[in-house]
């Protein structure tokens, strides 16, 4: 038990950690964006993993729109208070754009994706949310001094430079959450995190 309880420890403290890439250039090129826009996150929910495929399909759906629009009220939140440079596209423009180029069932190449837009950079995002253990036995184990994670959330965010075809900024990151956690909340934390490291500071 007490081999187990410290490998849960050291998971729990080697997901705290965020890494960040930013390319040599990518201060240089953020200057010239003027308008970045956020394309429908990819995700993957554990807790759909017993559903019909046709159930599962529209949660995760559901799931990118709700996404999608976190990160973009965020980043509008930051620019609101001067602390992001840059214009966000609407939510409802990039996707109607997206809709009438048939995205994702035709996939453009990033060139073709930023002139369908008219943006001079993207963000792609991949959500990972994951349940661990369920809040019974988490709740259990904290009687014997554990702290077993209910909620797990992986982010890979990517901004790429549309004059150049090439990524600028990488952050990734794992976030956990004990009894009381939610999924959303460790999203939020995730975006709000990645937003202040992002290379459009004023």
Known sequence: M?????FLLLTLL??????????????????????????PPSVFNEEYKND????IALSLEEDS????????????????KGKFSIAIQAIETTNLKLSKASYPTNT??????CALLGVEAVMYANFELMKPFPEGIAILARLFGIRLPTNKVYVI????????????????????GTTGSTATNLVRKLIK?????MPYAP
């Not at 453009?108 to 994706?113: G, M, R």
């Open 65 to 80: 729109r709700n996404i999608q629009m976190e990160i973009y009220e965020y980043l509008l939140k930051r620019k609101s």
């Open 193 to 197: 995190d990645a937003s202040k490291k």
């Open 52 to 55: 019909e495929a046709e159930s």
């Open 14 to 39: 080697f997901s705290s950690c965020a890494k960040v890439y930013y390319s040599p250039d990518a201060n240089t090129l953020a200057t010239h964006h003027r308008t970045i826009a956020i394309i």
């Open 108 to 113: 453009p190449t990033s060139a073709e994706l």
């Open 157 to 176: 965010l990517d901004l790429k430079d549309c004059a150049y075809d090439k990524i600028i900024w990488n952050y990734t990151h794992k976030k956990s």
């Open 2 to 6: 007490k081999q187990f309880s410290t």
